[in-house]
């Protein structure tokens, strides 16, 4: 499905439509002719109607990103905008917290805000993720972090899964990795560090990132209570294969969780392969060419000083 600049999500009973606007639609700005939604599965086109459609009927949606691009966001400030008051927003660029964040007061700039509900500025590049902010803030519905700090995931990785608080402890021991699962996570956490992850650290740094998922599980559990919970994570957290909807398919079996990736154009143009989306995304939102990025591995490439 081709994405026009003028789109809008439009609540209708039981599902949300997704249509051209008679009135003022919500403004994804400059818009490549080339972003696309594909089915997962198949890498198959997925129209409009039927976007509208599986984002209706779903219990639980998951929006992944590639953190650094800011067509992803732009994209998923609209669908929550459209949204509206039906989503439950969980950030995880937010603290996690036992209950929704506070409000923005009358006088208080976004960046004091920001501040004070434990969003990383710096770490996460704002403004990057304005559109998103404030797309979930102007639906007026509860925002809920699940963003673990430093000191707990210290814990986790030196003691492991069952040091981290007890809902998390235990959402991960009711939902334990399989052996593939596992492997693929240990991939990806070797390739993350490009190689030169010490095997010794692999299991701790599994458990962390597995808590993490559990964090983000757990949110949106307590989200459910106020909205269709929906989750606003980088794409390894939506995976239905090693993350989020693994654990939400043991803690609330009859939810249907849509997840939905953002993946990018290769820098010839090509839109990823069938491969690299079936069994982790349901659909796939697929953007132009790639982001101007610095090799985060040539470091190590460099050649030792003596």
Do not use: K
Request: charged content about 20%.
């Amino acid at each position: 499905m081709r994405l026009s600049s003028r789109l809008c999500v439009v609540g209708a009973c039981a599902a949300s439509v997704i249509t051209a606007c008679r009135g003022p639609a919500p403004d994804l700005g400059p818009v490549p002719a080339d972003l696309t939604v594909v089915d997962g599965g198949t890498g198959t086109p997925v129209s409009s109607r039927d976007l509208a459609a599986r984002l209706g009927r779903a219990d639980a949606v998951l929006l992944g990103e590639l953190h650094d691009n800011p067509e992803h966001h732009r994209v998923r400030a609209a669908l929550l905008r459209g949204a509206g008051m039906r989503a439950a927003p969980v950030f995880e660029h937010f603290t996690r917290a036992d209950v929704p964040l506070p409000r923005p007061s009358a006088d208080e700039t976004r960046e004091a805000w920001l501040d004070r509900t434990g969003f990383d500025r710096d770490g996460w590049a704002w403004p990057l993720h304005a559109p998103l902010v404030d797309a979930a803030l102007a639906t007026g519905a509860p925002i809920r972090g699940s963003n673990l700090d430093r000191a707990a995931l210290r814990d986790v990785v030196r003691r492991g899964a069952s040091a981290a608080a007890a809902p998390l402890a235990a959402l991960v021991a009711a939902a334990p990795l399989d052996s593939a699962a596992r492997a693929g996570l240990d991939a990806d956490l070797v390739a993350g560090h490009c190689g030169q992850l010490p095997a010794a650290m692999i299991p701790g740094m599994r458990d962390a990132q597995v808590v993490r998922d559990a964090a983000m599980a757990d949110a949106m559990l307590a989200a459910s209570q106020s909205g269709v919970p929906w989750l606003l994570a980088g794409n390894g957290h939506v995976r239905r294969d090693l993350a989020v909807p693994r654990l939400l398919a043991v803690a609330r079996p009859q939810w249907r969780v849509l997840a939905v990736g953002f993946l990018e154009r290769d820098s010839g143009g090509r839109a990823p392969a069938v491969s690299a989306m079936r069994g982790r995304y349901d659909l796939v939102v697929v953007t132009g060419a790639p982001m101007g990025r610095p090799d985060p591995c040539a470091a190590f490439r460099q050649p030792s000083r003596r």
